[in-house]
């Protein structure tokens, strides 16, 4: 039998955890959340992901057979010290009110690991603007957003890619966060969903990157205050996306100085 793929499940754990993270209200408030969203976006946060949305996403994987491990902003490294990282093989990562306190150590870490390891990596939701993406990106990765509730559908676009298996042709989450386009990445090698939002903005919602031997997959759905991460669409795309992302084992990048293979006149 094949060894399972292991996957370290890494979120930030703060929204979740208003007790221990007092300040989290105010870098919220900072990026213009008040009054009763405010309030949601921490208390409302434990009665939907009480245990933080890191168990649910990690629930859901030991489910599909993939051996799990979660890993969070305040442990130390971040969770993610090298032998986590050996035994890592597809890392997802979910951030959103303290992208600024992940230790540019470590980012260069999880970076190494994509770019020359092969490890794969899949960012969800807010994990546009953390550290680790915008390195592999290398552009702003800023887009547009609003909280209303809205509905979003969800198309397929890329109906033989191995992350849209067992899909529907579109799916639809009742209410969520929108996010619009210009989503400044550079251009997908593969985009797999498009989004439509209930007030007319669209957005790339499902896109797929080769970064050196690893690879990366960015999947838009999963706001901190609503239960995206129960419906089964979204958590068949992230499983789905561990698969594809898990590494191919291609051969090492060999760089420098570098004798001839044949021999020179
Ligand atoms: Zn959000």
């Keep these: 039998m094949a060894k399972p793929i292991r996957v370290t499940v890494w979120n930030e754990f703060w929204h979740e955890n208003p007790e221990r993270h007092a300040d989290v209200k105010a870098r919220l408030a900072n990026y213009g959340f008040s009054g009763e969203r405010l309030l949601n976006a921490t208390e409302g946060v434990q009665s939907v992901y009480p245990d933080g949305m890191h168990k649910v996403i990690a629930d859901h994987l030991r489910a599909q057979g993939f051996a799990v491990r979660t890993a969070t902003l305040d442990e130390p490294e971040h969770g993610l010290t090298e032998t986590v990282l050996d035994e890592t093989d597809v890392l997802t990562w979910w951030g959103h009110a303290a992208h600024d306190q992940v230790s540019d150590e470590i980012v260069e870490r999880v970076h190494e690991r994509v770019n020359m390891g092969g490890m794969g990596l899949i960012a969800l939701h807010s994990a546009h603007y953390s550290k680790i993406f915008k ?47 210009p989503f400044d990445v550079p251009a997908p090698d593969t985009l797999v969903f498009v989004s439509w939002f209930q007030g007319g903005e669209i957005f790339r919602s499902g896109c797929c990157y080769h970064r050196g031997r690893g690879k990366v997959f960015y999947f838009r759905p999963g706001h901190e205050t609503l239960p995206i991460y129960y419906q089964p669409e979204a958590l068949t795309v992230i499983s789905n996306a561990v698969r594809w992302a898990a590494p191919s084992g291609g051969p090492e990048l060999v760089f420098g100085d570098h004798p001839p293979l044949e021999k020179l006149d």
């Excluded at 800023?142 to 509905?151: G, I, Y």
């Excluded at 890329?158 to 298996?165: C, L, R, S, W």
């Design 135 to 181: 390195k592999l990106m290398g552009t702003s990765c800023m887009l547009k957003t609003r909280e209303a509730d809205e509905k979003e559908r969800i198309w397929v676009i890329e109906q033989g890619h191995p992350i849209a298996a067992g899909l529907p042709e579109y799916f639809e989450i009742p209410q969520t966060e929108m996010y619009g386009e």
